[in-house]
């Protein structure tokens, strides 16, 4: 299956190809690009690659007790198997199984699952976020825990053995019944998880015997099973109150004029709705009336407020600042940004990191391994040395407990949400974890220039008299002109301009030259140095002055009157100063960086001067931006950066296409794996930070996991190990575990 990934031909990639063709802002976030996708069908179960049809449809369910390799592995053998099912996809934070089914099917499945014991519920809303955190109940638990140390007492003071029998079966009882009646249903399904092995372990104990072991070890089993869900409700907690960040109502202008507080995801897009100073705003739209400072970092990352007026677009979940706003909604609840952002970070969990798929295939080979290791432990030593069964019995027991990968396998869902979840609230929206494990290895970024590195828009950036009147006047003339002109150098010429224009008379425009009218009964010209040559003798200052400004990738028009040339204008698009600061963080991580642009040679190598990029190509079209991404790839892994429909080939074929989400085009954005939503370069640096640290926590948990339980084996086959040790190497490792990946949450 390796082939389809590396094969660049496969069908996900022409997926992906075909949908840069779409339109649209809810197919620009899609939540999983197809190279994650294609990547992710490594992991599928041969039992799950059946061929769908026409008619397959795909259901969620939510599964409240599903949060746990252990549940997952008991569904996928269940339902794999079954007709009409062609796909299982697991979200564990989320508690939700997606299914791929005929529609006959879906019946059988729901009743599948809840022979498990599991209750599936169908989601209806697109939107949620999986399940809250379910009420524990302590006191079961804390009675079970007076009954264990009771029993634990009782032993010690030599009271007699029917005495710590009652106390430690009262413990078992209280708190244990639901791990005896998972054990069944797993043993019953021929799984050997965690369940199944800890009522193993338990029942032997009291059938030796070991009446107090036995009760403390269910009793710290449950209490560490509490304390994981606790933490992993932290993770889900994490995405949840992105969702949040939305306020439920907002006010909606009704027929006659009046406001009414309305649900948000009643409001239809075109309803008008009033924000007041302070309060959130509930759904994406255009601003109508008011102007208010709004701030952005839940969606953009932004770190400061954006001034907003009439015309500007509005997120759903940004806050606004003093002002009050009308504004007109453009997309329901459930296609706003916010919403979207929630569901990429929700589904991209399905692109499995490397790592993650390495550690589900060695749990696969784990778990089988220690389990015959335990039985071979149990029988081989009194049948060939004469060994006591008692002790040897006891030691496999201990192993069982320890052959449990639970605490290999969390781990790595729970630091790659938390990365997402990170990721996200910085305004970098992931497509896969596959990609931010990717990041830590990129060794080139290629950029495209305009709109990427540059504002992609020009601005006035020099003036230079020559003639007779100075740079004052000869702005206001150039101005008045430039107004009747849509030229984009007009238009920065116009923009710089902070005096009043004066009338023009008899202005013509003239192609390929520029333009020339009448201003206080003078004839004045605007225009490129053919036209000046035309008007007026060009004295070779001007020539040399004109030569100096294009060297440094300057456009120039120049003002002259009948009688003189007069000024000279210089008009460059500038350089973003975030894209400065990204280009040296970026090297300081070891990734060179590249400029493809279809600017000519002198304005490309003037903008990588001051950016201080490795390499340029100039005079780039879509298929040379293409051929340069697939000849750096060859030099290691390649990210490429930009936000034009002539930017998708190359972001397609780059191992991390990065689109600049704020001002890229929707096919851009589509073929992208990571969209920038505040268009700001440095969070690229910030990204492969954020991927280097996660790496860091993923190996850090699978060293940390195996370790505990390397040593705890070794102990047990020492002679020292027991079973409440066992324990505390299973649950013990998978809350440290779980914790530490949950330490990305906090960069």
Known sequence: MSDCCGNRNCNAGQGKEEAASASGRFTAFTPLSTKAACQNAEVTAPSQQKAGSASDQRTRILIKQMDCPVEETLIRKKLGAMPGIS??????????????HAPEALEPLLAAIRSLDFEPELVVDETSSGAPPEKMRIWPLALAGIAAAAAEIAHWSGLPGWVQAVLALLAIAVCGLDT?????????????????????????????GQWPEAAMVMVLFTLAEMLEAKSLDRARNAIGSLMQLAPETVSVQQPDGTWQEKEV????????????????????????????AINQAPVTGESLPVEKQEGDTLFAGTLNGAGVLEYRVTSAAADSTLARIIRVVEQAQGAKAPVQRFVDRFSRIYTPLVCALALAVAL????????????????????????????????????????????????????GGV???????????????????????????????????????????????????????????????????????????????????????????????????????????????????????????MLCSDSELLSLFAVADTIKESSREAIAQLHQLGVRTVM???????????????????????????????????????????????????????????????????????TAIETADIALMDDDLRKIPAFVRLSKRTSGVLWQNIVLAMGIKIVFLALTLAGMGSLWMAVFA?????????ANGLRLLRQ
């Open 180 to 208: 005896y009646k998972k054990g069944w249903t797993a043993l019953r399904n021929a799984n050997l998880n965690i369940n199944a092995l800890m009522s193993i372990a338990v029942t032997g104990a009291l059938a030796l």
């Open 730 to 738: 299973d649950v013990g490792a998978s809350l440290l575990v779980v």
């Open 265 to 292: 995801k009643s409001v239809a897009p075109g309803s008008l709705i009033r924000v007041k100073p302070g309060e959130r705003i509930g759904l994406d739209g255009t601003i109508v009336r008011g102007q208010s």
């Open 380 to 431: 081989l030593p009194p049948l060939i040395i004469g060994g006591e069964w008692r002790e040897w019995i006891y030691k496999a027991l201990v192993m069982l407990v320890i052959a449990c990968p639970c605490a290999l396998v969390i781990s790595t869902p729970v630091t790659i949400v938390s990365g997402l979840t990170a990721a996200a609230r910085r305004g970098i929206l992931i497509k």
């Open 87 to 100: 796909a299982l996809e697991f979200n564990l934070i989320q508690r939700v199984l997606t299914v791929t």
């Open 435 to 557: 990609y931010l494990e990717q990041g830590r290895r990129l060794k080139w970024l290629a950029l495209d220039k305009t709109g990427t590195l540059t504002h992609g828009k020009p601005v006035q950036t020099d003036i230079i008299p020559f003639g007779s009147l100075d740079a004052a006047r000869c702005q206001t003339l150039a101005a008045s002109l430039a107004e009747y002109s849509d030229h984009p150098v007009s238009q920065a010429v116009l923009a710089a301009t902070q005096s009043d224009r004066l009338p023009v008379a008899q202005f013509t425009a003239l192609s390929g030259r520029g333009v020339c009218g009448v201003i206080q009964g003078v004839s004045y010209s605007l225009g490129n140095l053919r036209l000046m040559e035309e008007r007026v003798n060009c004295p070779d200052a001007v020539k040399t002055a004109l030569a100096e400004q294009e060297k440094q990738g300057k456009t120039v028009v």
């Open 596 to 666: 493809l642009t279809g600017d000519n040679q002198g304005a490309a190598q003037a903008i990588a001067a001051q950016v201080a990029v490795d390499e340029v190509h100039s005079n780039q079209l879509p298929e040379d931006k293409l051929a340069a991404v697939e000849n750096l790839a060859g030099r290691g892994a390649v990210g490429m950066v930009g936000d034009g429909i002539n930017d998708a080939p190359a972001l397609a074929r780059a191992d991390i296409g990065f689109a600049m989400g704020a001002i890229g085009t929707d």
